[in-house]
């Protein structure tokens, strides 16, 4: 199923050799001459039938740059990886991709308007991001949630899932998704590995949406090279002073758009969005005048909610949960509420 | 000449009855003290020698055997000191009276004072049961003597007075103390309108302590965790003099006891988190004695930092949770120690326990998060029905002229709610509804459609697992016996979710 050349590519990329920034004739033109300078063990058929069987195996399939599945928009990046190493629906490769990234300490209330604006996307694109905790788990998780396609770009190869918790999310990226890795998949993560990846999540993508991001934050890396590579970059806003969000306002100071939902994004892509009608909530009386309070503050502490309606608190708890299980309002911890 | 004498020994919480049996005969001078007597009841020999001789009395200068009868039983505690001395001089006719059918206790000084000791409410609670009236105890001791009916207690001062006493000299027994009177002298020190704001946190240890709930409170440090954990005995129902009983016995062996003699108050335990398996349940090489969890008795175990705890030392907890009583296992055979207590704990919500604050900024990765939460096991937190967040406290409601409500009304309303499980569960042999197994949720908490709808998307939209299931129609029992509801409303269970915990 792997023509002799592209053989030759992943031979290459399993011992080590990156073959990064090759132009796809020089690679096909010196897939031998490039062999014979990592002639380590590549040279050896039965070497290379056992290695290809090891990926079989693993239930792992290689597009290499040579491959007509090789994604067009990656490929006219500067240095576009030889080898991807993909779990997963690999025809995911050539949809439509739009990246949500964003830092792993993230507000509670921005990794649930992630969850949100990630299922959304969902409907048109398929979402791109890492799988880091915070941002990157939001978005995949409110993307495949919404029933819609997601690529997860690992750091590491497929052996070595990082972080760990995240092993059961990996799971289903790879069941009802695709989940990509430049890297062999005996390869452990590396701290100097994470920003090179994020060239792919970036070179994958239509635009990016970076939910948050801290001074330094490796999102902000993502939204470099997407700028560098002509894509579009959205960020959410943020309060002055909030520390997760200093990234994101240097960013829109920079020129990159606003975001505050949805339409944001389909109108800088000039797409259409059609507003699903909003579902009739069914909310009674109470619930009704809780979410009012939590909508206009933005943010609100629950005896503070009950003393503006006069009641005592534990009357309105039942309102509170209704609107959580609702998915209305989200808690953000020491009995604030924020609406979603 | 040859003596006997009824002292008592102490096996977990009960009392055994020890003969002290003396022979004094012609021979060499010597002392020899036999019937498996520990470190304490044989260096008891110097005490005993130099009080009598300090007393005026006569040390015999004859062949002393003395034996502790049942002979295969240790004997622990300095508590036979004075029946070693009196048992000497009777032996040695220094006493001439009839001493069958008195029980005596006391440790001697070399001065032949008598000190109070350990376990002598458990001691004569057990004696009494055995039908023994008349008992010679030191003078430390009579208060706590003084609250058992139905005997007659003398409490010497010293070794003379004892046998004055016993002679029948000198007569005037310790008077019989009421429960009432200590009650009225103790007090907790603290009270529910102690707490500023925490309203949430508030009403979730009334719920808590009316169905008997053990409660969880995260939050960051500093925001009145442990005050307010300190005012849940506050609002508990005052002990009957039963219960008292009870827990004076546990006390009295643990040799806690303060002046007063009995323990009026409900208890309140803080150990500290580097506390052993052992110090928490109960145990020891030789004597068994009970543990943080059995001081704890019908009071608040109170673990302030719960995940700095270690793992063996919290997952000792999950049998005695359940039973209400914990049994220690030693080589020397196994004693039950009652350990029915609320359990109150505290966390920070993560490491740098600003997680949630509104003010402050956390700086804590998810991975790190999850880790300190995962200390905890679910085992133990599925025996924690109430799991609540404390606010970060407000500056304005810290500096509030608004009156809290103090814990005298909340005890009413707490009261009430207990009373209403009474009556459900007289049948059942059970008494609140944290005690509630499946079966009982199957007769008591039937829900209506109209809940079981609420439940149900409550379930799916929040993934609760399944085990939190039968802990939130509990606890939405009790808010609905709060609320004087015999039905369950989908608001007690929509309340009841809110309490369910793991939502940060």
Redesign the interface.
């Known amino acids: 199923m792997y023509t002799e050349e592209e053989i030759n590519l992943i031979m290459l990329s399993l011992s080590g050799g990156s073959g990064r920034g090759v132009s796809v004739p020089d690679l096909q033109k010196a897939s031998d001459n490039l062999i014979k300078t990592h002639r380590h063990g590549v040279y050896n058929k039965v070497k290379r039938a056992d290695a290809l069987k090891m990926l079989e195996e693993k239930g792992i399939e290689c597009v290499t740059r040579l491959s007509p599945a090789y994604p067009e928009a990656l490929a006219n990046i500067d240095s576009p990886p030889a080898v991807l190493y993909c779990k997963g629906d690999t025809g995911l490769l050539k949809s439509d991709c739009f990246s949500v990234v964003g830092s792993r300490r993230t507000l509670p209330k921005a990794l649930a308007a992630c969850a949100k604006i990630a299922g959304e996307l969902s409907k048109v694109f398929t979402v791109v991001s890492g799988l880091a905790d915070g941002a990157d788990t939001s978005a995949l998780e409110g993307a495949l949630g919404a029933g819609g396609k997601v690529i997860s770009v690992l750091a590491s190869g497929f052996d070595y899932i990082y972080p760990q918790c995240n092993r059961q999310l990996f799971e289903s990226v790879a069941t009802h998704g695709l989940a990509v890795s430049e890297y062999p998949p005996d390869t452990p993560p590396r701290p100097y590995y994470f920003p090179v990846r994020n060239r792919i999540i970036a070179g994958l993508s239509k635009g990016v949406l970076v939910v948050s991001a801290g001074e330094k934050s490796g999102a902000l890396i993502t939204a470099d090279y997407s700028a560098e590579y002509g894509r579009d970059v959205y960020a959410f806003p943020y309060s002055a002073g909030i520390a997760s969000g200093k990234g994101c306002n240097a960013l829109i100071k920079k020129g990159a758009y606003l975001t505050e939902n949805i339409l944001d994004i389909f109108e800088g892509l000039g797409l259409d969005f059609n507003t699903p009608a909003e579902k009739t909530l069914n909310l009674n009386e109470n619930e009704s005048a809780v979410l009012e309070i939590i909508r206009s503050e933005g943010e609100a502490f629950l005896p503070a909610v009950a003393q503006k309606l006069g009641k005592p608190h534990y009357e309105i708890i039942p309102a509170v949960t209704a609107l959580q299980i609702k998915k209305l309002i989200i808690n953000l911890g020491g009995n604030r509420y924020s609406a979603v | 000449m040859f003596s006997r004498i009824t002292s008592f020994a102490l096996n977990g919480l009960e009392g055994v009855p020890v003969e002290v049996e003396t022979d004094i005969n012609k021979g060499m001078v010597s002392y020899d003290l036999v019937g498996l007597p520990d470190a304490a009841v044989k260096e008891s020999k110097e005490r005993v020698r130099s009080a009598i001789k300090n007393s005026a009395l006569d040390f015999p200068i004859n062949k002393v055997t003395i034996n502790l009868a049942p002979a295969d039983l240790k004997k622990e505690g300095s508590h036979f000191d004075l029946p070693l001395a009196i048992s000497i001089l009777k032996a040695s006719g220094q006493i001439l009276a009839d001493t069958d059918g008195i029980v005596i206790l006391g440790e001697l000084a070399l001065d032949g004072s008598l000190r109070p000791v350990s376990g002598i409410l458990p001691i004569l609670i057990s004696a009494r049961d055995k039908g023994f009236k008349k008992f010679i105890v030191p003078a430390g001791n009579a208060n706590e003597a003084g609250y058992i009916e139905g005997i007659t207690v003398y409490a010497p001062s010293d070794l003379k007075q004892a046998v004055a006493v016993i002679a029948g000299e000198s007569s005037s027994p310790v008077v019989p103390k009421t429960f009432a009177s200590a009650r009225g002298r103790q007090s907790y020190g603290y009270d529910m309108s102690l707490v500023k704001?925490q309203?949430?946190a508030k009403?979730a240890v009334e719920i808590a302590v009316a169905g008997g709930h053990n409660i969880l409170l995260a939050?960051?440090p500093g925001t009145g965790k442990t005050l307010l954990a300190r005012c849940i005995p506050t609002i508990m129902p005052d002990l009957t003099f039963d219960e008292a009983l009870e827990v004076t016995k546990i006390h009295s062996v643990a040799g806690e006891l303060s002046e007063d003699g009995i323990v009026s108050l409900r208890p309140f335990r803080t150990p500290h988190h580097t506390a052993t398996t052992v110090s928490l349940c109960g145990g020891g090489s030789v004597k068994i004695r009970p543990g943080e969890i059995s001081k704890a008795h019908k009071g608040v175990l109170f673990m302030d930092e719960l995940p700095e705890y270690s793992r063996s030392a919290l997952e000792s907890l999950r049998q005695p949770l359940e039973d209400k009583v914990i049994t220690v296992t030693r080589a020397g055979g196994a004693i039950t120690f009652p350990a029915d207590f609320i359990l109150c704990a505290s966390m920070n919500?993560c490491p740098c326990g600003n997680?949630?604050?509104?003010y402050l900024?956390?700086?804590?990765?998810?991975?790190q998060i999850?880790r300190y939460r995962n200390r905890v096991s679910g085992p133990l937190l599925d025996r924690i029905d109430l799991q609540v967040?404390?606010?970060?406290v407000?500056y304005d409601d810290l500096v509030s002229e608004d009156a809290e409500e103090p814990s005298a009304t909340v005890k009413e309303r707490i009261e009430k709610a207990r009373e209403i499980q009474r009556e459900r569960f007289k049948e059942d042999g059970i008494s609140v509804n944290a005690e509630m197994g499946e079966k009982h949720i199957k007769k008591y908490c039937r829900l209506t459609r109209e809940s079981e709808d609420?439940l149900k998307?409550?379930f799916e939209?929040?993934r609760l697992s399944a085990r939190a299931r039968s802990r939130i129609i509990k606890v939405a029992r009790t808010i609905a016996d709060l609320d004087y509801s015999a039905e369950i409303s989908?608001?007690?269970i929509?309340?009841a979710?809110?309490y369910r915990g793991g939502?940060?």
């Open positions: 704001g309203k949430v009403r939050g960051p919500p997680y949630g604050s509104a900024q956390c700086t804590c990765t998810p991975a999850h967040e404390v606010d970060g407000m609420v998307s409550a939209s929040l989908p608001a007690h929509l309340e979710v809110s939502a940060v």
